[in-house]
C-alpha cells in the first residue's frame, strides 16, 4: 500500500521560511516523480513546484521560483520543499503528489496516482 505522509508546515510571518517534508512507503525510492501544490480555500488546486526521480530535475511555478526549493533523498525515500521569503498569498493547503513514472515532473494535477495529507502554511503579514 503506498502513503505519502506529509510533515512541517504551521504558521510563520511574511519573510521568513518552513520546510515541508513527504516520506513514501511502498514505492522503491527514485521509480517516480513527485509534485507539490497547494490549494487556497474557495481556489483550484495548483502546481508549485516537482522533482523527478534521480533529483536531476527541478521544476517551479513562476510565482515560487527563486524562493522555493525542492530535494530529495532517495536513502530516505523523503522529498522535501524548502520555502524561503514567504509571503501572505503562499498561503494555503499544501500536498505532496507521487507520479509512478519517474520523468517529469508534471504540471497538471491529474497527472499524480497518489497524494498526501495535506498540511497547512500559513503566513501573517
Known amino acids: 500500500q503506498v502513503q505519502l505522509v506529509q510533515s512541517g508546515g504551521g504558521l510563520v510571518q511574511a519573510g521568513g521560511s518552513l520546510r515541508l517534508s513527504c516520506a513514501a512507503s511502498?514505492?522503491?525510492?527514485?521509480?517516480?516523480?513527485v509534485g507539490w501544490f497547494r490549494q487556497a480555500p474557495g481556489k483550484e488546486r495548483t502546481f508549485v513546484g516537482g522533482?523527478?526521480?534521480?533529483?536531476?530535475?527541478?521544476d517551479y511555478a513562476d510565482s515560487v521560483k527563486g524562493r522555493f526549493a525542492i530535494s530529495r533523498d532517495n536513502a530516505q525515500n523523503t522529498v522535501y520543499l524548502q520555502m524561503n521569503s514567504l509571503k501572505p498569498e503562499d498561503t494555503a493547503v499544501y500536498y505532496c503528489a507521487a507520479d509512478r513514472r519517474p520523468w517529469g515532473p508534471a504540471q497538471g494535477p491529474a497527472e499524480y496516482d497518489y497524494w498526501g495529507q495535506g498540511t497547512q502554511v500559513t503566513v501573517s503579514s
Open positions: 511502498g514505492l522503491a525510492a527514485g521509480t517516480y516523480a
Open positions: 522533482i523527478n526521480g534521480n533529483g536531476g530535475r527541478t
